[in-house]
């Protein structure tokens, strides 16, 4: 109650600023037209201001969009100042409920964050720490690369799918083997969109190009079975001939794109684990069957330091993953998760999943528990969320105890998984 709230509607080049009292009386406002980096005076003014007005000290907030709240956090740290944050939906909420309008002005939203602040509708954003920072913007970067890894492989994907179809079934998943795709390559180099051209080789010396490529890619030896399929396609007329030379070379330039965006997604995932290394967490992490080093950097790239959390149920919520019940006197709807938190740290856990239902005993019969028992049934995809939370739960718990992953402990104490499930 000592301080002063200082709520700033944050913008390019137009800073709204008003102090208020803990009743949300506004106390002074003021436009500063400036930069985020020239809040600086504005944050003095506010200081002097609440002064003023008998307080000791004030209190900044805002919500944290964009680049410059942390511009602000950090100006109000060389001030001794703590910084809060408010969440821009619950202002969204809130502003509608005021007036039962969409009525919005960098005067109103001011007022209403610093009103929120009172109201302890705020929470302290997680600090400045460059080791942690760095992992946070490479999972940023991971994700970035991944979209572009699954774009070139639907390019590549609907272009054959046009003008050479036969060559999608020589592989039973082609875009995951590399005889397939040296192949592919081979073909792209060299044809120019008259398969002719490339059939005249014949089967012997199409192979030793294909061999060639797939050394280059950093394997041993190719699958014979896929190039001779490869090779057999070449004679399928299926396609529209008239768009091949030019879908080719399309071809051609996104497998290069896609090579790169590869090549660059496994620069970033090994610069992962050297960070989750330096944190001292990568055998904790790694405890847990079926999570790797990559899939518990990239969770752990979107919560930050799991300590901040109060307690494990929080970082399910943080990733959206926590049940929403739907009840009403005798009426009782179906559960769904909220979804309302950080959807790159939903997708990472959901991710994660997936490794650990081959390899992780306790979660693989939890899974089928879910999904077979008689009552309250769920479908695969509601029982895989299940242990996605289950898997940031007992992350939680592994790294803020420092207690390597226990399987009878995650089982509940029992030493029989197909009971334990339960």
Known sequence: MTNAIVGIDLADRKQM??????????????????????????????????????FTGVTVAAEPTGHRWRVLGQLADERGMALVCVQPAVCSWVRKTEDLTSDKTDDKDAVLIARLTAQLRCYLPEPVDETWARLRHFGTRREQLNGEHVACVQQVRDLLECVWPAALDAAEHPFKSTTWVAALTVVMDRDG??????????PARFEHAVRREVT???????????????????????????????AFERVAWVIDDWDHAKAKLADTQARMVTVLDELDLTALACSIDGLSAVGAAAILAETGDLNR???????????????????????????HVTGAGRPLLRA???????????????????????TGRETNRLTPTQAQ??????????????????????????????KTLEVVAA
């Open 193 to 202: 969109g008259d398969l002719s051209r490339t059939r005249r080789l014949g």
């Open 348 to 370: 990472a856990a959901w991710r994660a999943v997936w490794g650990c239902l081959q390899t992780n005993r306790v979660y693989a019969a939890r899974y089928r528990h879910l």
């Open 17 to 54: 600023v008003v102090v208020t009292d803990h009743d949300s009386k506004v106390l002074a406002r003021r436009t500063f037209r400036v930069k985020a980096w020239d809040l600086g005076a504005a944050l003095d003014w506010a200081t002097e201001r609440g002064a003023r007005a008998g």
């Open 309 to 335: 959390f109060t307690s494990a149920r929080a970082v399910v919520k943080h990733a959206g993953l926590a049940p929403r019940e739907r009840k009403s006197g005798a009426f009782t709807g179906r559960a």
């Open 216 to 246: 280059r890619r950093g394997k041993v030896r190719p699958c014979l079975r896929i190039v001779r399929r490869l090779f057999t396609a070449l004679a399928d007329p299926a396609g529209v001939i008239a768009h091949r030379p030019a």
């Open 385 to 414: 969320t299940a242990v996605a939370a289950a898997i940031l739960r007992q992350l939680h718990y592994v790294i803020t105890h420092r207690q390597a992953w226990d399987p009878v402990v995650a089982a509940h104490g029992t």
